[in-house]
C-alpha cells in the first residue's frame, strides 16, 4: 500500500516522462567519436543518464581534460539539438495519468539532470511550461544524488519528506530520495533495468506509467 499522507510527487524527466533514453546514448556515442575518444558501450552510456552532463562525461571518461570536457559538451549539445527539433515523446499514459494526478490534488515537480536551457524547451515544446508547481535543473543547484534540488522543492511545496514520492529511471534517482529521506517508485522502461534498482529499496516498481496512478488509488 502507499502511504496515505503524501501529497507531493517529484518525477524525473529523460526516460521517466519522456522516452529519450535513445537520442541520449547517441548524442554521447557522436560526441565521444567526435572528441576523439573510443564510444562507450550503450549500458555504460545509461548507466549515468541523471547525472549533470559534465559530470556524466567525466564517468565515462576520466581521463578527460578541461579544454576537451568543454568541446565533448558543445559536440554533445549540437547533436542532440538536432535531433530534438522534433521533440521526444512523452511515454504512454504519461499525459492521462498526470492529468488524473493533478485533479486529485497533487503537487507535481521535476528533478532532472537536465540544464535548465534543456528543461525549458521541452516542457515549451509539450505544452507543459507552466504545469507542475516547481522544477528544478542540474546546473541551478547540486546534481543527482545530492539531495539539494529535492530539498528546495520540498521547500517551495512546505511539504515534508515523508510526504513526499520521488519517480525516477535511475539508480541516481533512487539515491537521491534515499538522501532526502523520501520514499521511491522506480520504473522498468527507462534507463536501468528493475533489477538494478532494487537495491536501493523503492516503495514500489512500475512497467507502466498509468501503474503508478492506479497504486495511489489504494491509499484513497
Known sequence: ???????????????????????????????????????????????????????????????????????????????????????????????????????????LAVATGKARRGLDRVLKAHGWSDYFDVTRAADETAGKPHPLMLEQILAHCGVSPRQALMVGDASFDLMMARNAGMDSVAVSYGAQSAQALQAYEPRLTIDHFSELQAWLSQAN
Open 1 to 107: 500500500m502507499p502511504h496515505p499522507d503524501y501529497k507531493l510527487l517529484i518525477f524525473d524527466w529523460d526516460g521517466t516522462l519522456c522516452d529519450s533514453i535513445g537520442r541520449i546514448v547517441e548524442s554521447m556515442h557522436m560526441a565521444s567519436t567526435r572528441s576523439g575518444f573510443e564510444p562507450c558501450e550503450d549500458l555504460a552510456v545509461k548507466g549515468i543518464i541523471g547525472l549533470s552532463l559534465a559530470e556524466a562525461i567525466r564517468t565515462l571518461y576520466p581521463q578527460i581534460g578541461d579544454d576537451d570536457l568543454v568541446a565533448f559538451r558543445q559536440h554533445y549539445a549540437d547533436y542532440y539539438m538536432a535531433l530534438d527539433a522534433e521533440p521526444s515523446p512523452l511515454f504512454e499514459g504519461v499525459v492521462q495519468s498526470m492529468d488524473a494526478l493533478r485533479g486529485e490534488g497533487y503537487h
